[in-house]
């Protein structure tokens, strides 16, 4: 069975979607432990609750690789395949991602390469575009620009504030994050140059 593990920093809903998939059967892997950055994350009281193992490890005060480190020594202890970033407010480190070459995921609330870093909600208001949406995407060591797996479209609405579209945007990402999980995991996907195309 592949392993997954989670890293999140907040609410972790896009987690408790993954992991709800998990249980029905329909990502072929396990959840083998969930990592926090923040003590107090409400995703790893959820986590806690359904019985995964946790770690908190705390990022304040540490240099970014010094942190990875830590990090990547409980992700291998745990013997996992698939990293997934779910609302994972850090940048990674090379050293990071040199551990888990092409085997990162994140999940981004908008249509890259629009609108990346954060706040990305409230900018594509802003900016005035008529869509917007998600993007699940290989983790490279750039700021958002690993090649992309998934992607949805969400429209934006005349009446549209930063929570309702944050909210509509979040379902697809719930969607989407799973079906991405589950090409890794199935080893359905190749990459040719920035593309990710399906095995035939
Ligand atoms: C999600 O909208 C996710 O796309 C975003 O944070 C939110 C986390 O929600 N991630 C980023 O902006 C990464 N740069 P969740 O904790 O409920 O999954």
Redesign the pocket.
Known sequence: MKKLGIL?S??????EAIARNVQAGKIPGEIAVVISNKEDAL?LQTAQKMGLATRFIPSKGKEREAFDREVVAVLKEFQVDLVCL??F?RILSPYFIRAFPGRIL????ALLPCFPG?E?QKQALDYGVKFTG?TVHIVDEGV?TGPIVCQAVVPILDDDTVETL?AR??KE?HRIYSEAVRLLLEDRIRLEGRRTLLKK
Do not use: K, Q, T, Y
Not at 10 to 15: D, K, L, P, Q, V
Not at 106 to 109: K, M
């Open positions: 999140l907040g609410r972790g809903s896009n987690f995703g779910a609302g407010m994140n999940i981004h609330p954060v990305v998600c958002d944050a945007i979040l990402e």
